[in-house]
């Protein structure tokens, strides 16, 4: 019988999707990196009225792929550079299109043993792989903007309970007064994360940082316990990383609470040549760290995690009749999301795939190839602003002018893509390989294309 679902010639959709997404993996590498503008106007083809009737499935993939697929941006190749964006490992899509076939609600146990299970044993690795203290107790969330938000929310919730308010039953309105201190280089997601939770993204006291962005600790204002200190592993645009030992020092004394956003960064912790740029990391209370930039995951995928996890458990907990209340760990009760996809099962599997070996050798590669182009583009005479110790490259060509200029004609060239940047008051172009697939050849033919269109503009 032909219906919505089927057609008489129809290929099976999920045979046909496997197919597409092959194809589109294997010729990623040979594409331009940016579309072209005749694959972004045939996205055109997509505005059209809901139709009225059914259509097979398979007509629909394959509309998606022939409109689609030429219009992504090809970060899944080893050249894209822009943002801190990694790709997603084999792996790591093989444990999607699984969880995704299971169809599973993370909500509840009882809705996912499996899933759960996959998840409580990711968060366990993690903390480990990290050296974050055991116990530390965790989210699955959709990346690290909420991710640092959740945490924060914990530190508001605990902080505020001490002094004998409870936020979430009374509200912020009347509460005693939290003071929120940051790098003056926190990353815009952390100030939209802090307007979310009524700590105002404006009444933050900024400390002044250093030529690398790093905190200047003796800038730090007097601490006290109704406080929260925001530090960064991995700063976005230079890549390093705020002095946490120090830090956690201070606030410990003080009893302030410290949080560090370590979206990319918090991995260096799993190098060993890297995890001294983290020292102390332990000693913070709360971290929010992305699996879909470094540990290449698909998107969503970020995590909240929470030295003492009955802390995040009494800033998220649901309370519902028909919800469990046993002392298993219940995803919902420890982040903002009750229905969700299994995003931790592709955590899991990246990490049983590379092992702790593996993830240390991608960080430890990653930053390689960020030290090839530093000491590629330096011998070619072209400004490097930034010491690299992580992943992350600051080029300037000149004045912002051309140094504009200069990435526009990179973006265009469809070899690589990398993006623009403000650093100390100066235009820039931002290197970020975050990217398991890159190779040696592709920092070499980055690089020679990135000085042969330095050289023209
Ligand atoms: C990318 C990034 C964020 C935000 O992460 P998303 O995954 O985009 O939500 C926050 N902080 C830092 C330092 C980042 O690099």
Request: contains cysteine; neutral net charge; proline residues 4%.
């Amino acid at each position: 019988m032909a219906g919505p679902m089927t057609s008489n010639s129809a290929r099976d959709p999920l045979d046909l999707a496997q197919a597409q997404a092959r194809a589109y993996l294997a010729g990623v590498a040979a594409r331009p990196v940016a579309p072209s503008a005749e694959a972004l106007a045939g996205l055109a083809n997509f505005d059209r009225d809901l139709p009225a009737e059914s259509c097979a499935a398979d007509v629909v993939l394959a509309e998606l792929d022939r409109w689609g697929s030429p219009a992504t941006v090809a970060t899944q190749g080893g050249r894209f550079f822009g943002f801190v964006v990694g790709g997603s490992m084999p792996v790591s899509i093989g444990a999607n299109w699984l969880a995704t076939a299971w169809d599973q609600n993370v909500a509840l146990r009882v809705l996912s043993p499996t899933a759960v299970k996959l998840e409580d044993v990711a968060l366990g690795w993690m903390v480990s792989l990290l050296g974050l203290p055991a116990g530390t107790g965790g989210a699955f969330v959709t990346a690290a903007t909420s991710a640092n938000m959740t945490a924060l929310a914990a530190a508001r919730q605990a902080l505020l309970q001490r002094r004998g308010w409870d936020c979430n039953r009374q509200g912020l309105f009347g509460a005693p007064p939290l003071r929120v201190v940051v790098s003056a280089d926190i990353h815009s997601t952390v100030l939209k994360g802090l307007s979310f939770l009524g700590l105002g993204s404006e009444r933050v006291e900024r400390v002044p940082v250093d030529e690398q962005g790093r905190v200047r600790v003796e800038m730090l204002p007097p601490l006290d316990d109704a406080t929260i200190v925001i530090v960064q592993a991995g700063n976005v645009n230079s890549g390093a990383c705020d002095p946490i030992a120090a830090v956690c020092e201070r606030a410990r004394a003080a009893g302030a609470w410290v949080h560090v956003d370590g979206a990319f960064g918090l991995w260096a912790a799993a190098c060993a040549e890297k995890r001294h740029l983290v020292r102390g990391i332990e000693q913070a209370d709360s971290w929010g760290v992305d699996c879909h930039k470094w540990l290449n995951t698909p998107y969503d995928c970020g995590v909240a995690l929470v030295r003492e996890a009955a802390l995040l458990r009494a800033a998220m907990a649901l309370q519902a009749p028909y919800l469990p209340t046993g002392s298993a760990r219940e995803p919902s009760h420890f982040g903002p999301e009750l229905s969700r996809r299994a995003r931790g099962v592709e955590v899991w599997a990246a990490l049983r795939h590379l092992g702790r070996s593996g993830v240390d050798a991608l960080v430890a590669r990653t930053c390689n190839h960020a030290q090839t182009f530093a000491a590629g583009l330096r011998a070619a005479g072209i400004e490097v602003l930034n010491d690299v110790v992580l992943n992350q490259v600051l080029v300037a060509f000149g004045s912002d002018e051309r140094t504009r200029e200069v990435i526009r004609r990179i973006q265009d060239s469809g070899v690589l893509w990398c993006g623009g940047s403000q650093w100390r008051g100066r235009a820039v172009m931002r290197i970020s390989v975050s990217s398991w697939a890159t190779t040696d050849a592709d920092v070499a033919l980055s690089l020679r294309t990135i000085i042969a269109l330095a050289g023209t503009a």
